[in-house]
């Protein structure tokens, strides 16, 4: 449900895991022969749905989608609930989106297959979090010491949320949160920071801090979560990644983002070293397909 859920030798296991099926793909083709993942994404999604369904065709199970909504009994009026007792039965774990904060931890109550969130509303999204970690460790050999920076969107954004909470389990050396004032990171997230003893600033201008980091985290603005849309036309377009602002960043600068990508990463950063958003979203899969594995197989 939350990748608090998760301890840090929990984590480092699924990144063994993960990287094991990077080395030797072919090993994993049957684990999950037989077994049914079901996709039940409530709100739009490319990059979780699809590599949900490609991670367990690469471990040799199939899955079952539940399409669009206007073409399922939930334009007829069925409740969530039905819909979930159904998906239950027919398939053996159930991947659930949802704009409802709860609405997958609702969904576990009733399955008695497993159930993962894929995403409710602005609170979690915990398996992102996991491939964003997975990526920093990849990439920068170690997740521990480092200085990250978390741009964007920090009361809206699940990604986000959920990347500060994954940086909580391990030990960073400090956490710049960066954003709008409007946008700042919400209270139920620095708490847990607090509590942990981690050490982070917030400030409103990458520019102050570019200089510092190790990995930047870039976040689009939440727009379909805004309850009021004068507000979102106060903030968009408030801050962007460009060479410009990339002219003072550390030479091994990552700079890493959940994607869909709106303008808040200029396109001219995708030729340079820094970026490594689409590299993310490919480990999606082997994170994915580890995590399916730990789950159906023990
Ligand atoms: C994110 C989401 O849905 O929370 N996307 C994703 O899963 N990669 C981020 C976003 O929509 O901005």
Not at 42 to 61: D, H, K, M, N, V
Not at 91 to 114: C, M, Q, S, T, Y
Not at 140 to 158: C, Q
Not at 194 to 223: A, C, H, K, M, W
């Amino acid at each position: 449900m939350s990748i608090l859920d998760f301890k840090k030798e929990e984590l480092e296991y699924l990144f063994q895991e993960a990287e094991n099926i990077l080395r030797d793909p072919t090993k994993y083709r049957e684990v999950l022969r037989g077994k049914i993942l079901a996709t039940a994404f409530f709100e739009p999604s490319t990059r979780t749905r699809l590599s949900f369904q490609s991670a367990i065709l690469r471990l040799g199970g199939s899955y079952l989608d539940l399409g669009e909504l206007e073409k399922s009994s939930i334009a007829k009026g069925e409740n969530i609930a039905d819909t979930i007792r159904m998906l239950d039965s027919y398939a053996d774990i159930i991947v659930i989106r949802h704009k409802l904060e709860g609405a997958a931890k609702f969904a576990a109550e009733i399955a008695e297959n497993p159930v993962i969130n894929a995403g409710d509303g602005r609170k979690h999204h915990p398996t992102q979090a996991m491939l964003d970690m997975f990526t920093v460790k990849r990439l920068k050999n170690r997740i521990d010491g480092l200085t990250y920076g978390v741009l964007g969107d920090l009361k809206y954004g699940r990604a986000a949320a959920s990347f500060i909470l994954a940086l909580s389990i391990f030990s960073p050396k400090k956490i710049y949160l960066i954003s709008p004032g409007l946008l700042r990171a919400r209270e139920d997230v620095t708490s847990i920071l607090r509590e942990r003893g981690i050490s982070f600033e917030e400030v409103e201008n990458p520019g102050e801090v570019i200089g510092e980091l190790d990995v930047l985290y870039v976040t689009r603005i939440q727009r379909e979560r805004f309850p009021d849309p004068s507000e979102y036309e106060k903030v968009k377009g408030s801050y962007i990644v460009d060479l410009k602002l990339l002219r003072n960043a550390r030479e091994d600068l990552i700079v890493l983002h959940p994607l869909p990508r709106v303008d808040e990463i200029a396109l001219e950063v995708d030729g340079t070293r820094y970026a490594k958003y689409f590299e993310q979203a490919r480990l999606g899969v082997p994170l994915r397909m580890a995590l399916l594995k730990l789950i159906l197989e023990g």
